[in-house]
Structure formats: C-alpha cells, structure tokens
C-alpha cells in the first residue's frame, strides 16, 4: 500500500506539536507523533504552517454554482469539489424546505452519487425543513412549509435511502413530538430549528429526543432574561449541542466568545450553511426557489433578511480562534472531532490519529488550505 509521510505542525484533538510526524497507508494514520525513519515512502511533505484533520460540515446547502437541491450528480460533484479546495473532507448534503417530490430527487441523487465523489464525501443527509415555523423561516420558502405527519419519518427515511443523519424541524409543531420520537428511534439526530418554541416547550422536546440546535440564535426565539427561548435553552443545557454559523455576521463575535465559554468541550460545532454563492462572483442566486443577492461577502433576500452564508469552514475556524480568543486547534476541533462526535463517527474521522481515515489538510502559517488529503488521496490543492 502508498505510504506517504507529512511533517509539520500538528493540530491534535488536545493541543499542537510543534514539530510531529503523521504517516499514512493506503487510506488510514498508522502514526502520529515525534518525527521518526520511514523506509522509502511513495512521497514525504512538509509543510509550511499546520497540519489539521480534515473538516466536516453538517450543514452545507451548496458550493461553487450548484446546490443539493438541484438533485443531479454534476451539481453534487461541484459540491464536493469546492467544499474540498477549503479543507472539508465530509459533509451532510442539506435540504431545504421544498415540496415531497424535489425532496425526493435530492435525496436519491445524494445516493446515488455519493460513491464516485472525488472530492469531499457526503457523510448522509441533513434534512432542513419542511416542518419548520413559518414565523422563523429565514430563508426558507414559506409555500412548503407543513406540519408533521405520522408516518413522515419512514418516508424521510426511505427517500434517502437510510442516509438521514440529521433533521432540523420546530419542536412546538402539531405531530412533531411523534416525529421526534421516530426519527430518534431510527438513529437520526433531531435538532430544533427554525423554531418560535419557548424554553419550555424546548426542554419538553429534548426529553422526546432532541438532542441538536441548528445554527443557534437564528431562526429560533433569542434570549430574554425571563424567556430564554430556545437560544437560552441551548446555551443552558448541556445535553444539546449547537451549531454556530462563525461568519461574524449571523451571530456577534462576542456571542460566538459566550458559547465558547459556556458549551462542553465538543458541545459546540462550527458549520457554514453555505448555498451555492460560496466561492462564486458576487450577484443573484437561487435557493429553494427564493433570490438571493451575493455581495460583499453577505447573502441576503430582497428584504435584507440574510440567506444561508458565504463562509467556508476553515474561515469559520479561522474566525472563531480570533472572535473566541482561543487556541487554533481548539478552534479546528470545533470543525472536526465535534461534527464526527456527533455523528457518531469518532472512531474513524476527526482528528489526527493512529488508525482513524487519512484525512487532513496542509495549510500555510495563516491556516489558509494549500493542499487536501482524503482517505491518503489528495483531492485539492491550494486556490487559484
């Protein structure tokens, strides 16, 4: 099997190495830790900056043009292609609220392409939607929105193939505590989302099964000091954990420093909920059948409401070091161990360590991507 061998600074799930080694076979770590003699490797890299394990992202709409959505394997493989040249090397294909029949063929393309990727791997599916609150929809078509009904769980389940790992849904929906119970039953992750739930209508539903807040303080009732709403919740209640979107822009820089503060170690995960602008000119795209208006690094809808983001996710963790004041590789678990963790895949991805995938990234002093590793096969290289 390929032996190939990386030298550089080591961002671990406990700390950093200054100077460690990393050496891959086949698709696998088979050593982490100080620089050692290797016989003849096929090929042995230094680098520059960091040595980080490569990221993963549970909620991405689309990237470089293409969106889930568009339910075709071009649009996923521009996906995976894009998400890889920023250091992702899993993610969950995301959905959005839409009717049963478009659903339905995105998540069978998810499926179907899932296999002959060459970028970044879809790791299963993220159902945003469509039993969400209209009052909170952000940007999401209200034309599509509906309550839960008995047997929703077995048709997202079957849809996707088995695929479903994730499902954000308003908790206080007529049918959603059987919902809830199902889709937890089955394995799948639901998280409280889009959602004008109250504190205690949130606790009721993390005793039901939800165990996940989808991008915290947005699309959900923000905290008071008499109603803590389900941004409280989140923040209160460790058997939750949150997802942040840590652009700067959809959550305060300050706030995002609060949930560091306040979140369990791996209690808090950095995600993108990039759409399809990300990485493209600035100008109108679609989501979910609704414009939205790419500039400046901001999307937005025609009346300003913002629209998914335009981050990427080793930026979110760039940011989130800096907003948090934190160490990196505290930020880069954020990205990494946590996301796996929640998945349940910590035994295989995550982190830098013997016997886990062989996925990381190289990056430069600054922790900008140069070069991207998945299973031991590189699949990016640094940005034009």
């Not at 993390?206 to 923000?222: D, K, L, P, Q, R």
């Not at 400046?296 to 989130?320: H, M, Y």
């Not at 948090?324 to 796996?340: F, G, N, T």
């Amino acid at each position: 099997m390929s032996v190939k061998v990386f030298r550089g600074r080591l961002v671990l799930a406990d700390g950093m190495m200054e100077d460690g080694m990393v050496i891959t076979e086949g698709d696998q770590i088979r050593y982490v830790g100080e620089p050692i003699h290797v016989e003849s490797p096929e090929e042995e890299i230094t680098s520059s900056g960091y040595i980080w394990p490569g990221l993963i992202d549970l909620h991405v709409h689309g990237a470089g043009g293409a969106d889930v959505m568009d339910g075709t394997p071009q649009a996923l493989q521009r996906i995976s292609h894009t998400l890889a040249s920023y250091g992702v090397t899993g993610f969950l294909a995301t959905t959005v609220t839409m009717d049963k029949p478009h659903l339905e063929k995105a998540l069978a393309n998810v499926s179907d392409t899932s296999s002959s990727l060459t970028g970044a791997r879809t790791l299963g599916v993220h159902l945003e939607g469509p039993w969400i609150c209209p009052a909170k929809r952000g940007a999401q078509n209200p034309e599509y929105i509906q309550d839960p009904q008995p047997t929703d769980a077995d048709w997202a389940m079957e849809a996707s193939r088995g695929k479903l790992r994730l499902v954000t849904m308003a908790p206080e929906r007529s049918g959603a505590a059987a919902l809830i119970e199902n889709l937890h039953r089955q394995g799948v992750v639901v998280s409280a989302g889009h959602t004008s739930a109250s504190f205690e209508q949130l606790m009721s539903a993390v005793e039901a099964g939800v165990s996940h807040i989808t991008h915290v303080f947005n699309g959900m009732t923000g905290l008071h000091h008499r109603e803590p709403g389900v941004a409280g919740a989140a923040m209160a209640d460790d058997r939750v954990t949150v997802e942040v979107i840590g652009d700067g822009l959809h959550v305060h820089p300050a706030v995002i420093r609060l949930l560091c503060r306040t979140k369990p170690e791996d209690g808090l995960i950095l995600i993108s909920d990039g759409m399809r602008a990300v990485g493209q000119p600035d100008g109108v795209y679609d989501l979910g059948g609704l414009a939205v208006t790419a500039q400046q690094g901001k999307a937005t809808l025609e009346d300003g409401s913002l629209a998914g983001s335009l981050l990427t996710l080793d930026q979110a963790v760039r940011n989130t070091a800096d907003y948090a004041d934190i160490p990196l590789w505290k930020a880069v678990r954020m990205a990494s161990l946590a996301p796996a963790k929640r998945l349940g895949l910590a035994d295989e991805l995550g982190s830098l360590q013997a016997g886990k995938r062989a996925d990381l990234s190289l990056t430069d002093e600054r922790g900008h991507i140069l070069r991207v590793f998945s299973g031991g096969r590189e699949i990016a290289s640094a940005r034009e």
